[in-house]
T-cell receptor, first 114, second 109 residues
């Protein structure tokens, strides 16, 4: 199956700093990428949908100025958490789709803001 | 996006079949039924999907009711590695996957 990677796998940052998370599709071209957030013992929550070369579409309640998404190529999307605070600590997961039927998920990035 | 309803948790014995139910009474004609599973601290893993007909793959089988208002994921012989949270999701034209709470499957040796 298709492989999606995320980097870093875990990151600890101080409150007020920004953190960038990369999502790469390794063996296919992803026309669409999705970003999710998952708090402990909860389900995944869709944050935004990004298509290569266009602005991301954010779900209701997700601050676009706080969670900056860039989908500059068919194999790379980045999520930047700006001015991170402890409440942003979460498990961030991306997925990539080649517009067939499946979304392929990355392994996730554990963000801890101190 | 149409919603799905799943039991919060289920238990199974190792090497026995497991039937995981999902209700989706508001499914539309173009919605695909997708199943994913997630192990702790990992991203979800695709299991199977279908539209109208029953589907089989190396991981599982998907039985879809004739009226499409419910479906059942079948693991033919559960192993300890099948212990995970199983999500039943309807995928519409937008391609978005909206996750519910899923079913936590516990497999006992």
């Amino acid at each position: 199956g298709a492989v999606v990677s995320q980097h870093p796998s875990r990151v600890i940052c101080k409150s007020g700093t920004s953190v960038k998370i990369e999502c790469r599709s390794l063996d296919f071209q992803a026309t669409t990428m999705f970003w999710y957030r998952q708090f402990p013992k909860q389900s995944l929550m869709l944050m935004a949908t990004s298509n290569e070369g266009s602005k991301a579409t954010y779900e209701q309640g997700v601050e676009k100025d706080k969670f900056l998404i860039n989908h500059a190529s068919l194999t790379l999307s980045t999520l930047t958490v700006t001015s991170a605070h402890p409440e942003d600590s979460s498990f961030y997961i991306c997925s990539a789709s080649d517009q067939v039927y499946e979304q392929y998920f990355g392994p996730g990035t554990r963000l801890t803001v101190t | 996006d149409a919603k799905t309803t799943q039991p919060n948790s289920m238990e199974s014995n190792e090497e026995e079949p497991v039937h995981l139910p999902c209700n989706h009474s508001t499914i539309s004609g173009t919605d695909y039924i997708h199943w994913y599973r997630q192990l702790p601290s990992q991203g979800p893993e695709y299991v199977i999907h279908g539209l109208t007909s029953n589907v089989n793959n190396r991981m599982a089988s998907l039985a879809i009711a004739e009226d499409r208002k419910s479906s059942t994921l079948i693991l033919h012989r559960a192993t300890l590695r099948d212990a995970a949270v199983y999500y039943c999701i309807l995928r519409g034209n937008t391609g978005k996957l909206i996750f519910g709470q899923g079913t936590t499957l516990q497999v006992k040796p």
